[in-house]
């Protein structure tokens, strides 16, 4: 079983995919989700951090 941080890492094109995994369209769909929020959680966080250094 992946480790998370591995997956994260796979998903922000870090690091490269395992070839051995099946890739249907569900997956890749699945994968582009979790891409998406992945990066809005961070971008999330960076503002907050921002928020908290101004006051």
């Known amino acids: 079983m992946k480790s998370i941080w591995r997956q994260i890492l796979e998903y922000l094109y870090i690091r490269k ?13 699945m994968h582009g989700m979790n891409r998406i929020s992945i990066i809005m959680f961070l971008i999330a966080i960076i503002i ?8």
Do not use: E
């Open 17 to 29: 995919r395992d070839k051995s995994q099946v890739a249907n369209t569900n997956t890749k769909l």
């Open 48 to 55: 907050i951090i921002i928020k908290l250094i101004r006051r």
